[in-house]
């Protein structure tokens, strides 16, 4: 059964700073999507960034970016000039392989970003 | 702006209640989803359809049942509240690209 781990329960990062998000996966699939979901506290989950398996090129969305390591099954998110408006629980998900019937996505424990101003 | 809508944000109820949890979705997707979220634990997947009337249970599918009779529409029941219920219901859709999330409902079993 595929898994998400994410080893980070609580981070903090002053304003401005960049930071590192972890997350590893287990799976035996060879094509699936991976997935950065923020919540804040409004509760409404926002997809951050997506990536597919199939892309070698890591995906950057603004001042989000990843870095998708496909053997090692490591995607770690990285956040670049931190805005209080990031602290957010985030969550690290894996999407079964696209278009099967059990398609359903998979997620990590959380990870709580705090932005020190 | 496509939504998925769940019928309560915060919901209180007793102990042996049976209890409806509903999430209606407008974009006309197949795939529909509960989770349960509770601190340290993420998300956890209950229950999932992929079709009217078809269902498939998740993770943590024990005391809990579900219900699609139309397809915007995925119900989550409590057949009798428990104090260990207590926690974020959080529906989600699907039609194979993006997953779009409802604002969760927050319930309390007293």
């Known amino acids: 059964a595929q898994t998400v781990t994410q080893s980070q329960p609580e981070m903090s990062v002053q304003e401005a700073e960049t930071v590192t998000l972890s997350c590893t996966y287990d799976t035996s699939e060879s094509d699936y999507y991976l997935f950065w979901y923020k919540q804040p506290p409004s509760r409404q989950m926002i997809l951050v960034i997506r990536q597919e398996a199939y892309k070698q090129q890591n995906a950057t969305e603004n001042r989000f970016s990843v870095n998708f390591q496909k053997a090692a099954k490591s995607f770690s998110l990285k956040i670049s000039d931190s805005q209080l408006g990031d602290a957010a629980m985030y969550f690290c998900a894996y999407r079964t392989p696209p278009m099967n019937r059990d398609d359903k996505i998979i997620f990590g424990k959380g990870t709580r970003l705090h932005i020190l101003p | 702006d496509v939504k998925v809508t769940q019928s309560s944000r915060y919901l209180v109820k007793r102990t042996g209640e049976k209890v409806f949890l509903e999430c209606v979705q407008d974009m006309d997707h197949e795939n529909m989803f509960w989770y349960r979220q509770d601190p340290g634990l993420g998300l956890r997947l209950i229950y999932f359809s992929y079709d009217v009337k078809m269902k498939e249970k998740g993770d943590i599918p024990e005391g809990y049942s579900v219900s699609r009779e139309k397809k915007e529409r995925f119900s989550l029941i409590l057949e009798s509240a428990s104090t260990n219920q207590t926690s974020m219901y959080l529906c989600?859709?699907?039609?194979?690209?993006?997953?779009?999330f409802g604002s969760g409902t927050r319930l309390t079993v007293v």
């Open positions: 989600a859709s699907t039609s194979g690209t993006g997953y779009t």
